[in-house]
Nanobody, 123 residues
Framework: QVHLTESGGGSVQAGGSLRLSCLVS????????MAWFRQTPGKSRELVAR???????RYGDSVKGRFTISRDNIKNTVYLQLNSLKPGDTAIYYC?????????????????WGQGTQVTVSS
């Protein structure tokens, strides 16, 4: 069974930066596409960024140019660099494994999830 463990969340002021990490257990990390979602109370999970097994990336419209997703297949870790943070970025951020080139924006396309890490941005 795979385990995903996020870290790096916290509280920052608007304009600040954070770097989220997601450590994935198992030996097949490099074979999988990975993604970051976020969720606020009363709303469904929103795709923030996605990276394929061969490092192709895709971003949600609201974070393009501010967030960067990357992966280190030696460390079994996927990262999300959050820059120029806004209060609207406040959410719980989740790491997820799976999806495909045709099904990547729906949480249902992912088979494994981390427990989430809170990001709070104050104005």
């Amino acid at each position: 069974q795979v385990h995903l463990t996020e870290s790096g969340g916290g509280s920052v002021q608007a304009g600040g930066s954070l770097r989220l990490s997601c450590l994935v257990s198992g030996r097949t990390f490099s074979n999988y596409d990975m993604a970051w979602f976020r969720q606020t109370p009363g709303k469904s999970r929103e795709l923030v960024a996605r990276i394929t097994w061969d490092a192709k990336t895709r971003y949600g419209d609201s974070v393009k140019g501010r967030f960067t997703i990357s992966r280190d297949n030696i460390k079994n870790t996927v990262y999300l660099q959050l820059n120029s943070l806004k209060p609207g970025d406040t959410a719980i951020y989740y790491c997820a494994r799976g999806g495909s080139s045709t099904e990547y924006s729906s949480p249902a396309a992912y088979d494994s999830w981390g427990q989430g890490t809170q990001v709070t941005v104050s104005s």
